[in-house]
Each structure stands twice: as structure tokens, then as C-alpha cells.
């Protein structure tokens, strides 16, 4: 990672800001996309450095994506290391999901990623290296907690990984999923955390940090793509 550029959306939540901290000590400049959380990713930005900046983004405008690939080319180069981190979905049943959480949730989740992916990817293949990494969920292929919106929206991630991944191989580019479940600091837990830890094998919530890890490792591995990565201590093994 060291001098490559990277883009980390929802850098202002837990996982994305580890992921961002990990790319920044592994020598990366990172851009760090916020959309409400203004305050936390200009105090990440700080923390890092000269290796950081923050740029604000509304991910559910359809102009906003490349307007962020934009605006960090501008300050720090062309994006080598693509991470769609940022997601939403409230709780929702099947009969309380209406029209508009359906489309904000998919906008976010999933409109947002392919657009980034649209207009950072030629530029990889262009220097041909690059990387894409997009975060799914369990509720991909188990329909999870949240709501139909939610995991809709984390399946179409695993399809538009697995499109990238076989077309863009060839030119030195690696797209990738990871599907973590039940992370302590995000907004995406469905539950008290307590009655949740005693779901899971481990008998506890993930932590940001092994998250990002993880996402490290996939991302700084050439031969791996593709691939969907579950990290839920083990509740869904495959």
C-alpha cells in the first residue's frame, strides 16, 4: 500500500475508520469519506496526517459518487484502493419497509458502490493495478436481521464483486467482499449487544479492528479475488 491512493467511504464509523488508520500505517494516502459524521472523520483526519483528508459526501445524490472520486483525485491522485465501507438500513419487517427506505437503503448500499466502482475502476485498469473492496453482510445469503431492503442490498454487492472481479482480473485488479455480522461500534447492530453476543460461538461482538484486519490482508493479496469473506465469529459457518 505504500504511496498508493485510497478511498475509504463511511471513514467516520467504526470500520471505516479502522480500515482507513490500518491503510494509512501501511503507508497509504486515504481519503476519508464522510457523510454525517463530519466531526469524527476531520478528527481521524487529524489523527493521521499528512496522509489523510476528509471529503463530505451524500451518498444517496446519484451525482455525489463521482463528484468524490473528483474531488480526491484533485487533492491526492488518481484512486488505486477503492473501499465502499458506507451502508445504512434500519430495522424494518417485510409489511413496514416502504418505497422510500426500500430506495435510500439500496441508493447507499448499493448504487453508490457500483458508481464509485464505475468511475475509479478504467483508471486502475488504465495503470494496470487496483483494488476494490466492497462490505457486504451475512444478510446477503442468510437475509440477517435488519430487514428484506438491507439484505437485498448486501446481495447485489456479491454479485457486483463477483462481475468485477472475473472481467478485471486480467489487468491487474482484484475486487473483493468482506460480509462481517454483529460488529461492536457501528450503527448496524440489531439488537441489544448483550442478548446478541449470546448468538455467536465466540460469546462476543466483533471489533472494528478485526474487521479491518482482514481487509488489509484481502487487499494486499494479488492472487485473491472474488471472493465473498465472512467474519461473524462464527455463527455462519461454510
Known amino acids: 500500500m505504500d504511496g498508493r491512493v485510497a478511498l475509504v467511504t463511511g471513514a467516520s464509523g467504526g470500520i471505516g475508520a479502522a480500515i482507513a488508520r490500518r491503510l494509512a500505517a501501511a503507508g497509504a494516502h486515504v481519503a476519508l469519506a464522510y457523510g454525517a459524521g463530519r466531526e469524527r472523520a476531520e478528527a481521524l483526519r487529524d489523527e493521521l496526517g499528512g496522509r489523510a483528508v476528509a471529503v463530505g459526501a451524500d451518498l444517496r445524490d446519484p451525482a455525489a459518487p463521482a463528484e468524490l472520486a473528483d474531488a480526491v483525485e484533485a487533492q491526492l491522485g488518481p484512486v488505486e484502493v477503492l473501499v465502499a465501507n458506507a451502508g445504512m438500513g434500519e430495522r424494518r419487517t417485510l409489511d413496514a419497509v416502504s418505497l ?85 461500534d457501528t450503527a448496524m447492530l440489531p439488537g441489544d449487544p448483550g442478548d446478541l453476543a449470546e448468538r455467536i460461538p465466540v460469546r462476543r461482538l466483533g471489533r472494528p479492528d478485526e474487521v479491518a484486519d482482514l481487509a488489509l490482508a484481502v487487499l494486499g493479496n494479488g492472487y485473491m479475488t472474488g471472493q465473498v469473506i465472512g467474519i461473524d465469529g462464527g455463527m455462519h459457518p461454510r
Open 100 to 184: 422510500e427506505d426500500w430506495h435510500a437503503t439500496l441508493d447507499v448500499n448499493l448504487r453508490a458502490p457500483f458508481l464509485l466502482a464505475q468511475r475509479t475502476v478504467p483508471g486502475m485498469r488504465e495503470r494496470g493495478w487496483g483494488r476494490v473492496l466492497l462490505m457486504s453482510s451475512v444478510a446477503a445469503a442468510t437475509g440477517g436481521l435488519v430487514g428484506p431492503h438491507y439484505a437485498a442490498s448486501k446481495a447485489g454487492l456479491d454479485g457486483l464483486v463477483h462481475f468485477i472481479a472475473a472481467r478485471e482480473a486480467a489487468h491487474g485488479i482484484t475486487a473483493n467482499a468482506l460480509a462481517p455480522a454483529l460488529i461492536e
